[in-house]
């Protein structure tokens, strides 16, 4: 078997039993990434050099004997939102082309601890703003499936290099389904941890209030081990919740007992129909284990996408205010400050950065406050009661993760409406704080993957990733590979 074929727990268990090195199993990527990345464009930023210095330091370490950590050895990746000290960071953008970070996000330096390689740094949609990664100055990362298509977004590097063999695991980040679709267009698996789980230290801002950080791998139990090594309190982030981490693992096939619900508003017109047939199979898999399928109703549903369209554009607008050209990258030279500014701003940012910036700033402004912001957070709170009275009567709720497969590069990046509609079923879920977790769970007619969403309430994530395993463990979507 090739050492990039193993699953993270398959090498990590290698790597304690002395059957592999660290050197050769870090060797082993970055021979992959440096034959197969030219075709898909997942890596922003190889850091070979480090990691092979990582990775002989790990093997030391394992050879001197005593406690190893988890993911002592253990390649990764991680988007390029997040900070990684001394190394180029640019969030996708032009505008923080030559940024080198100064310090670690606490997720990736937790990583770091556990004993994990880092290989590099993924492609992204400018600032996470996107479905498809196209909106990468970059340009766009393609789906290991079908090169023609996109990889979803904004995490789209992530999702592409797991399922490429290119990382035996990743970090991404959703502010409104971009670990979830892009994890769903890909066949891997990726997790949207609650809000507050992980800390925001050290990533790079969108949308404040959704913003979270989640791993992408080939198994739910790859998933789990790296979100039991990010998850936690960290007093850098204010919105960080003191809240235990629960143990992970020892999980069975048996989901008697289980609720699950099933929206009916997550079942619509305009669907692809075999997304919603293999999501209905996955529902009927997941009864056949023992569960007990429930329908229930999230009557705001349908609000979700103008209230995220509005409170995160408005966040961002906010957060993107710091890159003016003196604080952060490069600057255009002009004679007046506010030139300097309006220049910088003018040629750095791409297109729907800006429309994001003047959405936001409009929905903000004095007089339309109340009007657009104000108002999309009141009915943000009731999307979010949907779900509180759902979860009165069910453990989960099953339903799509997107109401398509992969769609081909170009078709959707000039019409933004048609590219926010993608979001339609990851964004209540955002917008509640909720965990989510993406399993694969079918193929459409052109063998493009399928995921099948599971939520549970604030801080469940425990319970979504058992019933996601269990639901793995017994179907056989996950050992598919892309051809490439
Ligand atoms: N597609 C959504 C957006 O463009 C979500 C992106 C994300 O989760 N970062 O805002």
Redesign the pocket.
């Known amino acids: 078997m090739t050492l990039t074929d193993l699953t993270l727990q398959e090498a990590a268990a290698r790597l304690a039993a002395g059957s592999i090195s660290s050197r050769e199993l870090t060797a082993a990527h970055l021979d992959r990434i440096a034959t197969v990345d030219p075709r898909l464009n997942a890596y922003l930023t190889v850091t070979a050099e480090q990691a092979l210095a990582q990775a002989e330091a790990a093997d030391a370490q394992r050879t001197a004997g005593g406690e190893t950590p988890p993911l002592l050895g253990v390649p990764l990746a991680i988007k390029d939102v997040l900070c990684l000290q001394a190394t180029r960071t640019t969030a996708g953008s032009r505008i923080l082309e030559n940024f080198v970070a100064p310090y670690t996000a606490t997720a990736v330096q937790r990583l770091l601890d556990a004993g994990a390689v880092i290989l590099g740094k993924l492609n992204c949609d400018e600032f ?4 498809s990664t196209e909106n990468s100055a970059y340009g766009p990362t393609r789906n290991p499936w079908d090169l023609d298509r996109v990889p979803g ?2 995490s789209g590097g992530s999702a592409a290099a797991v399922a490429a063999r290119l990382t035996l695991g990743a970090l991404g ?6 670990v979830r679709q892009p994890a769903s267009f890909c066949g891997v698996v990726g997790l949207k941890t609650s809000y507050g789980r992980v800390s925001r230290y050290g990533l790079i801002a ?1 949308g404040s209030s959704l913003d979270s950080i989640g791993p992408l791998a080939r198994t739910v139990a790859d998933a789990a081990l790296l979100f039991s090594q990010i998850a936690g309190h960290d007093p850098r982030d204010a919105t960080s919740m003191p809240m235990p981490v629960p143990a992970l693992g020892g999980w069975t096939e048996d989901l008697r007992g289980l609720r699950v619900g099933v929206p009916r508003e997550y079942f619509i017109d305009g669907m692809q129909p075999a997304v919603e047939q293999a999501v209905r199979a996955a529902i009927d898999h997941l009864q056949a284990l023992g569960a007990t399928p429930i329908e229930i109703s999230l009557p705001h549903t349908a609000y979700a996408v103008p209230v995220y369209y509005l409170i ?1 554009p408005a966040e961002a607008s906010a957060n993107l205010a710091r890159f003016e050209g003196v604080r952060y990258g490069p600057r255009a030279e002009a004679d007046a400050l506010w030139d300097v500014f309006e220049k910088t701003r003018g040629e750095r940012f791409g297109a729907e950065v800006k429309r994001r910036i003047m959405l936001g700033t409009y929905a903000l402004s004095a007089g339309y406050y109340d009007a657009f912001y104000g108002q999309a957070q009141k009915v943000r709170t009731l999307i979010k009661r949907d779900f509180d009275q759902a979860f009165e009567q069910v453990d989960v709720i099953a339903c799509p993760v997107a109401p398509t497969t992969a769609f081909p590069i170009g078709t959707k990046v000039d019409d933004p409406l048609a590219m926010y509609l993608e ?1 339609v079923f990851t964004l209540p879920p955002s917008l509640a704080g909720i965990p989510g977790l993406s399993v694969p769970c079918g193929n459409d007619a052109e063998g493009l993957p399928i995921g099948l969403q599971l939520l549970g309430p604030a801080f469940g994530e425990e319970r979504v990733l058992r019933v996601g395993h269990a639901y793995e463990q017994t179907t056989d979507w996950h050992h598919a590979t892309p051809a490439l």
């Open positions: 996470a703003m996107g479905s977004g904004s980040t959703d502010t409104g389904g971009s969108y995160a979001d």
